[in-house]
């Protein structure tokens, strides 16, 4: 005989103010994410995964023993294909969990993963925004139209690599980054420097470099690209084939978020916050789309509501 264990889960993520990253705000589902159960020796009992509004039920042996759900940041479904790692060497996922013992049915409290101190709501952010991006690319080509255009459904495989405070950019021998590795299917996102979250440059609550990151492997894996990579400036002259795979990011991001922003924050409220940069992509003003954020080269908010 078995029980329904029911509940929601829930992520935590600062939202944009004047200044940069302000506060968290009200907690946001964690959607198509994985869900597993395991028993006290940890194996698995029974498995599966959120639904659109973050909420899951799995049926259990009934028992007075103790159990653990968790819901992880990845899934493999027909809406997203994605895990969110901590660092390629380990490959482990961040995930939220609760105890409970099975003596009947019940719905347990919303599982959260917050926006400060461990940090997990930073990982589910980066994973709900490629839940978002193919999203977006289901309603935009889900029918293409053509003969020769395959109709969307899922993206391939994409491994991403985050961890609280760390840059991933050290990798490569580079200052604070988030970057794509071409043929490779993985992203590196980053979670800070040294350690620092509050004062150092951090991406993981930036959607605009997140989803940018996300479209570069969306043009690697599904279209055909010839950018070279390498360093980029909005302020220089580059290749015209990097150029055009930087502009196709900054495009994708801006059409998935529905914003004709560019973003890129450092820090936030709980520390010193502040816009390394904010382009308006649709203003032609050379000055707006300089490093660092130029005041005064906001578009109105209105404009996209």
Same mark, same amino acid.
């Given at each position: 005989?078995?029980?329904?264990?029911?509940?929601?889960?829930?992520?935590?993520?600062?939202?944009?103010?004047?200044?940069?990253?302000?506060?968290?705000?009200?907690?946001?589902?964690?959607?198509?994410?994985?869900?597993?159960?395991?028993? $006290?020796?940890?194996?698995?009992?029974?498995?599966?995964?959120?639904?659109?509004?973050?909420?899951?039920?799995?049926?259990?042996? +009934? $028992?007075?023993?103790?159990?653990?759900?968790?819901?992880?940041?990845?899934?493999?479904?027909?809406?997203?294909?994605? +895990?969110?790692?901590?660092?390629?060497?380990?490959?482990?996922?961040?995930?939220?969990?609760?105890?409970?013992?099975?003596?009947?049915?019940?719905?347990?409290?919303?599982?959260?993963?917050?926006?400060?101190?461990?940090?997990?709501? @930073?990982?589910?952010?980066?994973?709900? +925004?490629?839940?978002?991006?193919?999203?977006? !690319?289901?309603?935009?080509?889900?029918?293409?139209?053509?003969?020769?255009?395959?109709?969307?459904?899922?993206?391939?495989?994409?491994?991403?690599?985050?961890?609280?405070?760390?840059?991933?950019?050290?990798?490569?021998?580079?200052?604070?980054?988030?970057?794509?590795? #071409? @043929?490779?299917?993985?992203?590196?996102?980053?979670? @800070?420097?040294? $350690?620092?979250?509050? /004062?150092?440059?951090?991406?993981?609550?930036?959607?605009?470099?997140?989803?940018? /990151?996300?479209?570069?492997?969306? /043009?690697?894996?599904?279209?055909?690209?010839?950018? #070279? @990579?390498?360093?980029?400036?909005?302020?220089?002259?580059?290749?015209?084939?990097?150029?055009? $795979?930087?502009?196709?990011?900054?495009?994708? +991001?801006?059409?998935?978020?529905?914003?004709?922003?560019?973003?890129?924050?450092?820090?936030?409220?709980?520390?010193?916050?502040?816009?390394?940069?904010?382009? #308006? !992509?649709?203003?032609?003003?050379?000055?707006?789309?300089?490093?660092?954020?130029?005041?005064?080269?906001?578009? #109105?908010? /209105?404009?996209?509501?």
């Amino acid at each position: 005989s078995g029980v329904t264990i029911s509940g929601s889960a829930l992520y935590e993520a600062r939202e944009l103010d004047a200044n940069g990253l302000g506060a968290p705000g009200l907690p946001r589902p964690i959607r198509f994410a994985e869900v597993t159960v395991v028993d $006290g020796l940890g194996d698995t009992v029974q498995c599966g995964q959120t639904d659109s509004a973050g909420n899951f039920a799995v049926i259990v042996p +009934q $028992g007075s023993h103790t159990y653990t759900v968790s819901v992880k940041s990845r899934g493999k479904n027909e809406k997203v294909n994605a +895990q969110v790692f901590n660092r390629p060497e380990q490959k482990q996922a961040y995930s939220i969990s609760k105890s409970f013992t099975p003596n009947q049915s019940q719905a347990l409290d919303p599982l959260v993963a917050p926006a400060t101190e461990n940090l997990e709501g @930073g990982a589910f952010n980066i994973f709900d +925004q490629i839940v978002a991006a193919n999203e977006f !690319l289901r309603t935009e080509v889900g029918n293409c139209g053509f003969a020769s255009c395959p109709n969307f459904t899922v993206a391939p495989n994409v491994d991403v690599y985050w961890e609280k405070g760390f840059n991933p950019g050290s990798y490569v021998n580079q200052g604070p980054v988030s970057f794509y590795m #071409p @043929g490779q299917s993985c992203l590196f996102i980053l979670g @800070g420097l040294n $350690g620092n979250v509050n /004062e150092a440059d951090t991406d993981h609550f930036d959607n605009s470099v997140i989803i940018h /990151e996300y479209g570069h492997f969306i /043009e690697d894996v599904m279209t055909d690209t010839d950018s #070279p @990579g390498g360093p980029h400036s909005g302020n220089k002259q580059i290749d015209p084939r990097l150029a055009w $795979g930087e502009g196709w990011g900054n495009f994708f +991001q801006a059409a998935v978020l529905n914003s004709p922003y560019y973003i890129d924050t450092e820090g936030n409220i709980d520390g010193d916050t502040n816009y390394i940069f904010k382009i #308006p !992509l649709e203003d032609a003003d050379p000055q707006c789309a300089s490093e660092p954020y130029t005041p005064g080269c906001d578009v #109105p908010s /209105e404009t996209y509501e």
